[in-house]
């Protein structure tokens, strides 16, 4: 067994005996790790409370060579996710990114920049900033950097530019825009407005500068939000468990 260190975003907590937790963590060097943290429930253990539920905290854990858990051995708090009374929507934000990143990530398949994304996203909605953008942008930079993205310019069966004016007919199967020839016959397409999709071109965009000044009206954030949910439904293959909660995002 090597000691590792790593940046971690605890994701998921599970009690496995009177004193210690078994817990997934998104750490930034090695991707999802699954590990025992023996004592991280006593009051004046070695962990200090560091391993809370989507806190940021720098770990020491060693790595087994078989399929069995890693060991936490160390844990440093580096900052609590904690939402100020009545943020619902930042509370419900923050669980969300938890599941996706639980749910859509494989073990040991680190991506540095999806960690930096879900930093970011965590501490904002903590801070109170509104979440249901925040949480767009964190949803469709996961698709990209996972390679997940829907085509939003090109149809998704033929290639052919698709004009970006009126209605545009989304395809959740064929994994974004139609063409209307290729829209023919096919299931589980939605009717798009063409500004829905240039504001998800912009909250993907890698560079920080172009989603932040975007401001998104509340007619485009509910198309938005509607077709977000049926698709993270279907690349996942069921719906979120935290998607019904999504809804307290529309209210700020």
Excluded at 81 to 101: D, I, Q, S
Excluded at 161 to 174: K, Q, R
Excluded at 235 to 251: H, I, M, S
Aim: proline share 2%; charged share 25%.
């Amino acid at each position: 067994m090597s000691a590792e260190n790593a940046t971690a975003i605890v994701l998921r907590t599970v009690e496995f005996s009177e004193t210690s937790l078994v817990v997934t963590l998104m750490t930034r060097e090695f991707g999802k790790v699954g590990a025992l943290a023996k004592g991280a429930r006593r009051l004046k253990g070695p962990f200090e409370s560091a391993l809370d539920l989507l806190a940021l905290c720098r770990i020491v854990f060693l790595r087994k060579s078989s399929e069995s858990l890693d060991l936490v051995t160390e844990a440093k708090l580096l900052r609590r996710f904690r939402v100020k009374k009545g943020n619902l929507g930042g509370l419900y934000g923050g669980y969300y990114v938890a599941e996706l990143l639980d749910a859509m990530t494989d073990d040991y398949d680190a991506h540095p920049e999806l960690f930096d994304l879900a930093d970011q996203t965590l501490a904002a909605l903590a801070d109170g900033e509104t979440a249901s953008k925040h949480v767009l942008r964190f949803e469709l930079g996961l698709l990209r950097i996972l390679g997940l993205l829907p085509s939003l310019e090109q149809c998704a069966d033929c290639g052919d530019e698709v004009p970006a004016a009126g209605s545009v007919a989304f395809g959740h199967l064929d994994g974004g825009v139609l063409c209307a020839k290729c829209r023919v016959g096919k299931q589980q397409v939605a009717s798009v407005h063409a500004g829905v999709l240039r504001t998800m071109t912009q909250l993907a965009d890698s560079d920080d500068r172009v989603w932040r000044r975007l401001q998104i009206d509340k007619r485009t954030r509910g198309q938005l939000r509607g077709l977000m949910n049926q698709y993270m439904a279907h690349v996942l293959g069921r719906k979120p468990r935290l998607q019904p909660y999504l809804t307290w995002l529309e209210r700020q």
